[in-house]
T-cell receptor, first 115, second 112 residues
């Protein structure tokens, strides 16, 4: 089973709202990722968690706050977003320690619209 | 730094036509190479991968061979279907395995 699940599927929020995106995997992977994808563009890496610790933050604005409560779950907390943050947010997971052979498996994404 | 270049398309084909989407890469060391597919309104799905030179990845009739001498990983399918219409991303995994470097994506549209 190579399934990564994400909720919600769609989210509309105002610029003053606080919301959270959730991601879950049961493949025993110990690395999890958040990506942002704008229309007709490749995904852009935002954050990487390895063994539940934040290992990469690609200079993402503080209005995005990741959290990894356990090895299966990854959250992305959203606060005071801007309309330009509207995008598809993808979660992925992989098993670290395999070097270049590490394979990332993606979820279906949350489509976010900020009004 | 490492990079991936792929033909941007769009590629428009009739059903049962032969498909080639070119992908070349620049990398230090020995990266793994991947093709991901994104159907409309969905996330990315791993289509196939190859982890060393001369490896051939294959899945659902698609194939790609890791060519180190030409630094290429071209995607091919002998007979495309309407259901293959999607965006295809070529990607490589850096030596540490922590980052996927994507090409810009190629949109494929297949008509019946």
């Amino acid at each position: 089973d190579t399934e990564v699940t994400q909720t919600p599927k769609h989210l509309v929020m105002g610029m003053t709202n606080k919301k959270s995106l959730k991601c879950e995997q049961h493949m025993g992977h110990r690395a999890m990722y958040w990506y942002k994808q704008k229309a007709k563009k490749p995904p852009e890496l935002m954050f990487v968690y390895s063994y539940e610790k934040l290992s990469i933050n690609e200079s993402v604005p503080s209005r995005f706050s990741p959290e990894c409560p356990n090895s299966s779950l990854l959250n992305l907390h959203l606060h005071a977003l801007q309309p330009e943050d509207s995008a598809l947010y993808l979660c992925a997971s992989s098993q670290p320690g395999q070097g270049a052979q590490e394979t990332q498996y993606f979820g279906p994404g949350t489509r976010l619209l900020v009004l | 730094g490492d990079s991936v270049t792929q033909m941007e398309g769009p590629v428009t084909l009739s059903e049962e036509a032969f498909l080639t989407i070119n992908c070349t890469y620049t990398a230090t060391g020995y990266p793994s190479l991947f093709w991901y597919v994104q159907y409309p309104g969905e996330g990315l799905q791993l289509l196939l991968k190859a982890t060393k030179a001369d490896d051939k990845g294959s899945n659902k009739g698609f194939e790609a061979t890791y060519r180190k001498e030409t630094t290429s990983f071209h995607l091919e399918k002998g007979s495309v279907q309407v259901s293959d219409s999607a965006v295809y991303f070529c990607a490589l995994s850096d030596q540490a395995g922590t980052a996927l470097i994507f090409g810009k994506g190629t949109t494929l549209s297949v008509s019946s």
